[in-house]
C-alpha cells in the first residue's frame, strides 16, 4: 500500500452535483481497489492558464489516498475514459 | 601595446580571469562583468535554503509563477540564484502545475486568458 496524490482537473461544464457524483464515482474506484481515501481537496472553480478543450475554466480536487500500486493503472485507465476529467496527476507522496 | 591575438580566448576559464587576459581585447566582451572586478557580483543566496522551509509544490501557485518570465518561461538558475537541487524541484513543480493548467506554458496563453 502506497501513499498516492491524485490532483483531478473536472470540467466546468459539470454542475454542483455532477461534480460531487464525478469525485463520489472517483472514491468509489478507490475503494473498489481497496484503497483507503484520506482527504478530499475541493478548489472548487478555478480559472484555467489555457484553455482545455475550448473551457476556461475548471474544478480542481485534489484527493489523499492510499491505494496498493496495481491500482494506479487502473484509476489512470479510468480518468482517460471518462470524459468529466479534463487533466489528472497521479502522484505518490510517500518518501 | 595592447596585442589582438585572436588565439588569447580565455573566455571559459570559469572564475576570475588574470588582469592579463582582460588587455588582450580592446572592445568589452558579454564576459566582461566577470572580468571587471568593479562590479564584481554579490554573493547569491538560493531563496530555498535560506532560512525558508518554504516547501516547494505544484499547488503553490502564487509561489512559483514569480519564477517565471513574462513569457511565461522557467527562469534559469543564474538569474534566480537557487542551488542545484532546489532548482530541480522548482521545473518539476512548475511542469506539473502546467500539465494541470495551473500555470501557463507560453506567452500567448498569459494574453489570451
Same mark, same amino acid.
Given at each position: 500500500m502506497n501513499q498516492?496524490?491524485?490532483?483531478l482537473v473536472f470540467s466546468s461544464e459539470l454542475d454542483e452535483e455532477g461534480l460531487v457524483e464525478s469525485v463520489n464515482k472517483v472514491t468509489q474506484w478507490i475503494n473498489d481497489h481497496s484503497g483507503t481515501v484520506q482527504n478530499v481537496d475541493n478548489w472548487g472553480r478555478r480559472k484555467l492558464a489555457y484553455p482545455i478543450r475550448k473551457l476556461r475554466e475548471g474544478y480542481y480536487? #485534489?484527493? %489523499?489516498?492510499? &491505494?496498493? !500500486?496495481?491500482?494506479v493503472k487502473v &484509476?489512470?485507465?479510468? #480518468?482517460?475514459?471518462?470524459? /468529466?476529467?479534463?487533466?489528472?496527476?497521479?502522484?505518490r507522496t510517500d518518501e | 601595446m595592447v596585442e589582438q591575438n585572436p588565439n588569447a580566448d580565455s573566455g571559459n576559464t570559469?572564475?576570475?580571469? $588574470? !588582469?592579463?587576459?582582460?588587455? $588582450?581585447?580592446? %572592445? !568589452?566582451?558579454a564576459t566582461a562583468g566577470r572580468r571587471d572586478r568593479? #562590479?564584481?557580483?554579490?554573493?547569491?543566496? *538560493?531563496? #530555498? *535554503?535560506? /532560512?525558508?522551509?518554504?516547501?516547494?509544490?505544484?499547488k503553490q501557485v502564487d509561489l512559483l509563477e514569480r519564477f517565471l518570465t513574462d513569457r511565461g518561461s522557467i527562469r534559469s538558475r543564474r538569474k534566480i540564484g537557487t542551488c542545484a537541487k532546489h532548482q530541480r524541484r522548482l521545473a518539476t513543480a512548475i511542469k506539473r502545475a502546467r500539465h494541470l493548467a495551473?500555470?501557463?506554458?507560453t506567452a500567448e496563453h498569459i494574453r489570451t486568458t
Open positions: 498516492y496524490e491524485l490532483a480536487v #485534489f484527493i %489523499q489516498a492510499e &491505494m496498493p !500500486p496495481t491500482a &484509476m489512470e485507465e479510468n #480518468f482517460n475514459i471518462t470524459e /468529466d476529467v479534463l487533466r489528472y496527476l497521479v502522484l | 570559469g572564475g576570475n580571469a $588574470s !588582469p592579463a587576459a582582460e588587455t $588582450s581585447r580592446s %572592445q !568589452p566582451r568593479r #562590479f564584481a557580483r554579490r554573493a547569491k543566496v *538560493c531563496p #530555498f *535554503c535560506e /532560512d525558508k522551509a518554504r516547501i516547494i509544490s505544484y495551473l500555470l501557463p506554458y
